[in-house]
């Protein structure tokens, strides 16, 4: 597993018709198996130009900035938050040495092993990390049903993996800590429960310099 790396595979079509993790040295989050898709343009919503940005902790070592686009309504913004929540809290169990699993409240049931598995990862690793992740263009890219697609980019270039002991950086850092691997296009998969929440069904991921990443390029 590569993480949240390679070439993106939208296989949502499929995901929306139903209702809709790597080792410690490597990206979080794994591609989806299937062609590479496009965009529903019909159901885009484009980033503002001034969006708002909220700065999250996650333990006392690394926060995430996420920059909030104007204009969703009050479902898209449950959907955006979906995985808003679910990538800081995905970090949260690696800074809690895997104690906090609170982000899998946020995946569907035959999701969670597979992410259970990377936070485990680092644990086992005894690594950590440290430094500022952004999280940014948020778009809601289509909604069919009970099925959504949200893609975010993001920008990992300020993390540093750290010993989890003692709290410094390692010697070797990881190479998606480094442009251009440090900066890619994510994409969940989400569906609506009967509870009225948005949970990730499936992750994919697009890095630079591939077609559908270029958009996360500042």
Do not use: N
Request: with cysteine; aromatic share 6%; glycine share 10%.
């Amino acid at each position: 597993m590569i993480g949240m790396r390679g070439l993106i595979a939208l296989a949502v079509a499929a995901v929306l018709a139903t209702g809709c993790a790597a080792s410690g040295g490597e990206r979080p989050f794994v591609p989806a198996d299937g062609p590479p898709g496009s965009k529903a343009p019909a159901a885009a919503i484009t980033a503002p130009a001034t969006p708002k940005d909220e700065t999250l902790s996650v333990g006392r070592a690394m926060k995430v900035v996420f920059e909030r686009p104007a204009g969703l309504d009050e479902e898209q913004t449950k959907m955006v938050d979906a995985y808003r929540d679910f990538y800081v809290g995905s970090w949260k169990a690696v800074a809690t040495r895997g104690r906090d699993e609170g982000y899998l409240s946020g995946v569907e049931p035959d999701y969670t092993l597979e992410m259970r598995k990377w936070a485990r990862e680092f644990v086992r690793d005894r690594r950590s990390v440290r430094g500022t992740a952004r999280l940014y263009s948020a778009d809601v890219i289509a909604v069919t049903g009970t099925g959504a697609q949200v893609d975010v980019c993001v920008d990992e270039s300020g993390l540093r993996m750290t010993d989890a002991t003692t709290g410094q950086e390692v010697p070797d850092q990881p190479a998606w800590t480094r442009p251009p691997r440090s900066t890619y296009l994510q994409s969940a998969a989400l569906h609506r429960g009967d509870d009225g929440a948005w949970r990730i069904r499936k992750l994919m991921y697009a890095t630079l310099p591939e077609e559908r990443a270029k958009g996360c390029k500042r």
